[in-house]
């Protein structure tokens, strides 16, 4: 009998009732991949995006009607069970996390990678939910506020979304950098955020954080909320607006911004860095949380069955920190 996996198919852009449960054959490692049987993976809003085929000018490069690759899922943990004959880092019983980049497929029982990709030895005292969701929301806000925008101890800075994968993440280590860390949440997810190093909370419902004249060091627009032209009042002379949402109206404002003025708007897609500096960066990560000043905020916890009700509640727009499926 041979063996298989099941896995998530998205035959259509739609709703996340368009996922669909398949089984598959098992892969087979190639000569410098490794087979992991996954224990949690992530559900993130950049899934729920690439589901519904946004934004449109993404789709000559996710495929025009349906995702290319057709499943769903990048970030996983789980253990090594198979490795191919040129495989050198990684050897069966290793545990391991990282993400499936292009490829998707992470929302399985198993999946194979490369060895050369994002892929690293998971800690062991470090669950298999937490390290899933590294890829997204800890790795993308590390990336943009250390190395894009070069936060500084002192620097004063503004998360719009605070209480998201990248928000909750991006409030401990802009804190954790030295930064006065204004973060904007409901009211329900202010003490969160509070506890996780923002000085000061702003009630989106009640209060616009974009004031005139704040004289923010940078604003890092987590869920594409505003725009440059909205954030640059609010921006300090030199001041960097960040986001990590690429929208059409983003890009006229990076290109300009960077010829105008000392204000600027800036974008790096994260997917986009080779691997080695990914795990150069998760490596940071990983000694960050070994010395307890970074934590993934878990909100819901699903079974892999109940996927799309864990798209139907991201989608929803109301999670606290991280969503996985074990």
Known sequence: MNATRTAWHIPRYGRPETLTPVTLPMPQPGPREVLIRIHASAVTRADGMMRKGEPLFARPFLGLRRPRNGLSGTGLSGEVIAVGDKVSRFAPGDMVFGEAGMRFGANASHICL???????????????????????????????????????????????????????AAVQIAADMGAEVTATSSARNASLIA??????????????????????????DT?????????KPALAEAGRYLCPVLTLGCLPAILLSGLVGRKRALFAAVGLEKPQHLRTMLSEILTKIDQHR????????????????AHIYVEAGHKRGNVVVV
Not at 223 to 231: H, K, N, Q, R, Y
């Open 223 to 231: 869920l594409g909320v505003a725009s440059f032209s909205a954030a």
């Open 114 to 168: 490369d060895e050369e990709g994002v892929l690293m030895p998971k800690p062991e005292a470090l669950s298999h939910e937490d390290a899933a969701v590294l890829c997204d929301g800890v790795l993308t806000s590390w990336h943009f506020l250390r190395n894009l925008g070069q936060v500084q101890s002192g620097d004063r800075v503004l998360i719009l979304g605070g209480a998201g994968s990248l928000g909750s």
């Open 195 to 220: 506890s996780l190093g923002a000085t000061r909370v702003i009630d989106y419902a009640t209060e616009d954080a974009l004031r005139p004249g704040a004289a923010y060091d940078v604003i890092f």
């Open 294 to 309: 970074l934590a993934p905020v878990m909100d819901r916890i699903y079974p892999l069955a109940d996927l799309v009700e």
